[in-house]
């Protein structure tokens, strides 16, 4: 076991924004968090990625305590993947990948041959080798999202935190980049807003309302109509799909649904 | 490429420095000036023969190297802190004094001026209070910043713009209740800027403070650059965000403070610098944090030049001479499309 969080929660400002948390990643497994908006989802990953001290609860990385290593020590286990404010001053794609060798770096340390095949792997990976020496503020959402990608792969961590990659990013490039995550074979922790990508892609999962995670288990498991009715407010229609034989989901509403088709919803 | 810039700038900064000591009403040959520096260099002094007049090695040794290197000194030092704290609150608009330093600074200042206070401190007491003022002022900044433990970016600028406020018209305040005219012209070239009255004791903190500043930032170049790219990813690539900000704030108000309590508030160096080089050679702080040094001392040793001829036998504050230079290329700067100033596209 990569990660374990236990019995975590956590608060911001004296409110308490999750509760009780078990969370678990194996090695090489992808692991997904859904949750409605302010169920706690982001709460609880940057309780794991060491932003948000939890209240109570043990995180542990590779059986360490994530709290009680340094900054730097846990950057070198874990490496992550966030939404972040717009770049203020521009970089080139080149010095942004290596910025994820930091926690590898000495006092003083400069680049090596070593940092630059790294960066020039790590690039290569998410398919942006040519664009090494472009600046970072002129590259697209999507192409900018691989790029932090690569940073964080250049970290040469044992475990990936995602925190919504695929926001802001089109279809395509959201299929794009959950490919991409997906055929790297890392271990991946990631909050994702999509469900059906969710599914698509991951192992497992863990559904989190009102800072309670209220279910977990493969996607064919626990994605029902009444999960999602519960947890998302949403009536759905699910069955596995033929061709990808993954759990789909299509979202039904009353207003849009031809007459002979509405069903009277259960509450 | 970026070590041939390196280069060629410690160069300029050389000729500069010559040019800046040999231009004035004593003209003299720039061997003499180097002839002159040697023969007060301990054990080498004795090689060189004089062959000067004595009121040149005067004019040379004791009064403007310690004010041309003053002004490398000072432009050195606005210019690195330009970039440190551009860095820390990821502002493009930042600069030296966007935490209160120079307002706190005036108050010190103008109330040893005006007043005569602090006179047992005898002729540091303008500096010294000066300094006083504007440590002072970060760091009431600093705690009035802090909400629940956490700095924000946007709380700390906040925080120094009300600052500078009230410091203002506490120095305003003072001014208008100065009892004698000639008060106020000294305090107005001095909230402008001056190196005018630079001694090589006047240099020897300013120049120690300014260097090893400089150096314990550059050993820190990464993390700077990790800054910018924003707190959260900075903190996961394993940098303890709330103790470097501190760090940085502590150390850019003391060397903003040093230099202030010498030279006055000089603007524009500590605001423009930076984005120019960053223009020049890009973001990377492991080579903007020298470029810039050496650009502002460069710039810096040429604005002195300029407030000394300009008007000459009278002095121009410094302060008029960067801002009339700085604001024209600035604006020239702006509208060229293909630098962003920070902006988003």
Known sequence: MILKAQNVS???ENKTIIQDIDLHVNPSEFVGLIGPNGSGKSTLLKSVYRI???????????????????????????????QESPVVFDFTVKEMVLMGRFPQKHFLESDTAEDMEMMERALSQVGMLEFRDRSFM??????KQRVMIARALAQQTKILVLDEPTNHLDVHHQIQLMDLVKTLNVTVLAALHDLNLAAYYCDRLYVIDSGKIVASGKPEDILTED???DVFHVSTDIFIHPLTEKVHITYLSDRVLPEKQKRPISK | MRTAVLFVLVILLFISVTFG?????????????WKIAFSNVPWLGDLIIPDWTKSQGHIIWDIRFPRVLLGAVVGMGLAVVGVAIQALVRNPLADPYILGVSSGASVGAVSVIIFGAFGFFGQYALSFTAFLGALFAVLFVLFTSRVGGRISNVRLVLAGIAVSMILSAVTSFMIMSAPQEEGIRAVMFWMMGSLAGAKWDYLFIPAITVVSGMMVLSFQSRSLNILLIGEKTAATLGIHIEWFRKFLILLTALITGVIVAVSGAIGFVGLMVPHVVRLIVGSDHRYVLP????????FMVWADVCARLVVAPQELPIGIVTALCGGPFFIWLMRRRSYSFGEVN
């Open chain 1, 227 to 229: 999960l999602l009715r």
């Open chain 1, 138 to 143: 002129s590259l697209s959402g999507g192409e």
């Open chain 1, 10 to 12: 956590s608060s911001i």
């Open chain 2, 291 to 298: 470029v810039s040094a050496l650009c502002g001392a460069i």
């Open chain 2, 21 to 33: 000591i040999m231009l004035g009403p004593v003209s003299v040959e720039p061997e003499v000036i």
């Open chain 1, 52 to 82: 948000l001290k939890p209240d109570a609860g043990l995180i542990t990385l590779d059986h360490q305590e994530v709290y009680r290593l340094s900054a730097k020590k846990t950057a070198r286990k874990m490496a992550v993947v966030s």
